[in-house]
């Protein structure tokens, strides 16, 4: 829900590091969620952002994507698409309950829980201004960026 405040939370990320939300305070900050690392359409996302990676940070912006795939597999698919930016591991579901991305699928005629693609842009003071849920991938990360162009 725009216009609130997104409550801290920590994951671990790619590279060894730690992300925090709150040590992100300053600088606007895009946070996309996706089902699984190295898979079609994450794979095509994931290159979106990457391609745009270059304008999101001379506006200042840092991008995180977010899945349920372990830091072995972010790594993976981190350096086979080099991968600007930190993929953050949330196995526990922290972020995802956080977001409500985690949804009844319908994957080969079963039921099965997984996140739904969404993706949440957050301000400098931490307010969350933007979301998009159920994303379709072509032209998304432009979308975003587009948006973050309006922050300032």
């Not at 996706?34 to 001379?58: I, M, N, V």
């Not at 080969?108 to 379709?136: C, H, N, P």
Request: hydrophobic letters at 35%; aromatic letters at 10%; one cysteine or more.
């Amino acid at each position: 829900m725009p216009d609130q405040a997104v409550p801290d939370f920590e994951l671990p990320a790619t590279g060894g590091k730690q992300f925090r939300l709150s040590a992100a305070k300053g600088k606007p900050v895009v946070l996309y969620f996706y089902p699984k690392d190295s898979t079609p359409g994450c794979t095509t996302e994931a290159q979106q952002f990457r391609d745009l990676y270059a304008e999101f940070q001379a506006l200042g912006c840092e991008i995180f994507g977010i899945s349920r795939d372990g830091l072995k597999s972010h790594e993976n698919f981190k350096t086979k698409q080099s991968l600007p930016f930190e993929l953050l591991s949330d196995s526990q579901e922290t972020a995802c309950t956080l977001f409500c991305v985690i949804k009844m699928k319908n994957m080969y005629g079963k039921q099965v829980r997984g996140i739904e693609r969404s993706t949440f842009a957050i301000d400098g003071q931490g307010m969350l201004r933007r979301e998009w849920r159920g994303v379709k991938i072509a032209g998304h990360a432009q979308e975003v960026l587009d948006f973050i162009k309006t922050l300032k």
